[in-house]
Structures are given as structure tokens and as C-alpha cells.
């Protein structure tokens, strides 16, 4: 069983920063694809950003730019480094482990328990 913890999320003004970490269980960590997915009140689950086992990077055209997805196998985290935060940022963002790369929150099979990041205007 996989086991993922977020942490990192708060309250920002608009145009600020904030980094969301997302610590993972097991010994394969380097094996796992990661993403990040928000969820904002009323709305569905929608993909923010994705990490291939070789760093490769892909985000929503929403964030690109403005956040960066990372991992640390080391130290089995992920991240997300989020700058230029606006009010439409704000929802509970979720880190998951996926079965592939993709913008598909049915090919994601562990889920944490999410993190609020909420942004004031």
C-alpha cells in the first residue's frame, strides 16, 4: 500500500508563492509517474501537473509557466512550486501516484488526503 501526505498549502495574496511537498511511502518511489490535481468547491477534479520517472514534465496550459513540478528520489517527495498565484488557483490540491503520464485522473491509483491553498484578491 501506498501511502501519500501533502503539505505546503495556506492562505496568499494574489500574485505570491507557495511550495506544496507531497511525501510518499514504499521503496519505489523512483519507479512511480507523479501528478497534481486540484479541486476547487462545485467544480470536478482537474489535472494541474505531471512528472514522468525520467523528470519529464507536463502541466495544464492553465499553470504552465507559472508552476513547476519536481521530485526528489532521494528523499521520495514530490513538489510543486507555485508563483503568480491567482484567486482561480485556490482549491484542495491532491498528489497522486500514476499507472502513466497523463492528464486522466482514472490512470492515477493513490491519492493523499489533499491540501487547501487558498488565494485572496
Known amino acids: 500500500q501506498v501511502q501519500l501526505v501533502e503539505s505546503g498549502g495556506g492562505l496568499v495574496q494574489a500574485g505570491g508563492s507557495l511550495r506544496l511537498s507531497c511525501a510518499v511511502s514504499g521503496r519505489t518511489f523512483s519507479s512511480y509517474v507523479m501528478g497534481w490535481f486540484r479541486q476547487a468547491p462545485g467544480k470536478e477534479r482537474e489535472f494541474v501537473a505531471a512528472i514522468s520517472v525520467s523528470s519529464y514534465t507536463y502541466y495544464a496550459d492553465s499553470v504552465k509557466g507559472r508552476f513547476t513540478i519536481s521530485r526528489d528520489n532521494a528523499k521520495n517527495t514530490l513538489s510543486l512550486q507555485m508563483n503568480s498565484l491567482s484567486p482561480e488557483d485556490t482549491a484542495v490540491y491532491y498528489c497522486?501516484?500514476?499507472?502513466?503520464?497523463?492528464?486522466?485522473?482514472?490512470?492515477?491509483?493513490?491519492w493523499g488526503q489533499g491540501t487547501q491553498v487558498t488565494v485572496s484578491s
Open positions: 497522486a501516484v500514476g499507472l502513466r503520464l497523463s492528464e486522466d485522473p482514472s490512470y492515477y491509483a493513490y
